[in-house]
């Protein structure tokens, strides 16, 4: 392969191409469904998927068909199908996963910049939804136009990109299902939605948590006629009527060490194999004190962990957040003691946990024999399951290296992840025989899901350019294992 030639056409293509494409498409307010529940009406999502299926149909790839498939109900998703090219086989399938919804604005933003206002500066380009992950069809499809322009081989490739994975990808399963035929039996997963180390080198995902989580209310005293929250004079009942506030503390004390931060339900915790422990050292090693370095913590303000145990704790260890309040008044509050007060909690859970039955026990644990005999509910939301990829073959070890060797200059890198994407859980029940390269741009001060998020848009090319690589030796290791026999 001419190693040159690829990078200097996935270099043109980012700059011409690419980059004003995903400026454009910075510039749409396409929420997931969970933070707009009338994504149909308002349109958004359907722009985003016009936006991107657009561009993809007008790529000159051999055997390239765009369809927009439809379920009643559902967010649309974007299936692609890109038949062998240049000795490559129909027999083997790559599939490469990427979504186009977005997590809401949140403040906080600079002045200059916004999540649906595209700004470049230098390699960075800020804006919602670029490097988390819209730009998964512009770099895949690229990466195969590279190879084909070069007469390089590459097996048939299928390119789904879906539209509801920033809400736990609950409309997917049925997606799958209805595509199951069409996708076939894939070798090879590639999915660009998770994250590097450092933008200097190919980094690939091992692992994914999962995500369990809901909403905890706890009620005192009856609401109004309304249903809305009640409240009563603070010098008057404080004292006699428990607080909501105090008893949902209580009830996350159940959950949670305060001290600490160790979640203490048992039904969330696994046992971290010593192979997964070597390669948090390793990961350490590399990263330095960029491992907590990347977070703006505020002067003199501890982390919980540095180094390896920093790693695990965000990769294979559950950890609560408290994402969201609610009956709870601004600072313009006046002297009331409130009948009602509900948070959001998530709970990020390690690989290996059960997601139902941590939902299961985080609901027991919370609404059990409830201090004061206070009414709490807890309303569970989606739940999905964490993902350990399997080990890796050995061609495909070697192919990682060299891509990352031939378009970093650096060794490939591997590192296990804090987030959630659902998908690789299902994919992995659903392809047990499937090799995995889990991948993306989500690096250090990249921020996905906060304000001044950002693409770092070399790293956007280099990682197009190891696709290209690894698609084409996935190609021809298989042809060469044909003519050996």
Request: proline fraction near 7%; glycine fraction near 10%.
């Amino acid at each position: 392969m001419n190693s040159d030639a690829i990078r200097a056409y996935c270099e043109q293509r980012w700059d011409e191409s690419i980059v004003p494409e995903l400026e454009a498409y910075i510039r749409i307010p396409a929420l997931s469904p969970h933070f707009d529940a009338e994504w149909a009406a308002h349109g958004h999502l359907e722009a985003a998927v016009e936006h991107i299926r657009r561009w993809c149909a007008e790529r000159p790839i051999a055997g390239l068909s765009v369809e927009v498939v439809r379920l009643e109900g559902r967010t649309p998703v974007i299936f692609m199908e890109i038949q062998a090219a240049n000795g490559g086989s129909d027999e083997r399938t790559v599939l490469l996963y990427g979504h186009l919804d977005k997590q809401p604005e949140m403040k906080g933003w600079d002045a200059d910049k916004g999540p649906w206002k595209p700004v470049r500066v230098g390699d960075k380009l800020y804006g919602r939804g670029g490097a988390d992950d819209g730009y998964a069809a512009y770099g895949s499809l690229t990466a195969i136009e590279a190879l084909q322009r070069e007469g390089q081989p590459h097996d048939r490739c299928v390119v789904l990109i879906e539209a509801c994975e920033e809400s736990g990808s609950f409309d997917l399963p049925p997606y799958l299902d209805h595509l199951e035929a069409r996708v076939g039996t894939p070798e090879l997963v590639i999915c660009l939605d998770s994250g590097c180390g450092n933008y200097e080198q190919l980094w690939t995902t091992t692992s994914l948590r999962g995500l369990v989580g809901g909403v905890l209310t706890v009620e005192v005293m009856e609401p109004t006629a309304d249903g809305s929250v009640s409240g009563v004079h603070s010098g008057d009942a404080s004292g006699i009527v428990p607080s909501a506030f105090r008893v949902l503390r209580r009830l996350l004390d159940r959950i949670e060490d305060v001290q600490t931060g160790e979640i203490l339900l048992g039904a969330m915790q696994v046992e971290i194999p010593d192979a997964i422990r070597e390669q948090a050292e390793a990961a350490a090693a590399i990263l330095g004190d960029a491992v907590v370095a990347k977070y703006p913590l505020l002067e003199g303000t501890e982390p919980v962990a540095r180094g390896a145990e920093a790693i695990l704790n965000r990769t294979w260890r559950p950890y609560l957040e408290v994402v969201g309040m609610g009956d709870v008044p601004g600072l313009g509050g006046g002297n009331v003691l409130r009948s009602r007060t509900s948070a959001k909690l998530s709970i990020r859970i390690p690989p290996g946990v059960d997601a139902e039955q941590a939902t299961a026990a985080l609901k027991d644990t919370l609404e059990s024999s409830p201090p004061h005999g206070a009414r709490v509910r807890f309303e569970p939301e989606q739940a999905a399951a964490g993902w350990a990829a399997p080990p890796l073959a050995p061609w495909l070890a070697e192919s990682l290296q060299r891509a990352s060797d031939t378009f970093f200059g650096a060794d490939a890198a591997y590192m296990g992840e804090g987030g959630t994407i659902p998908f690789m859980g299902m994919l992995g029940e659903k392809y047990p025989e499937a090799q995995f390269v889990i991948t993306g741009l989500l690096g250090p001060g990249s921020n996905a899901h906060g304000p001044n998020e950002f693409l770092h848009v070399p790293c956007g090319k280099k990682l197009t350019m190891c696709m290209a690589s690894v698609l084409r030796d996935h190609a021809t290791r298989a042809r060469a294992a044909q003519a050996a026999e």
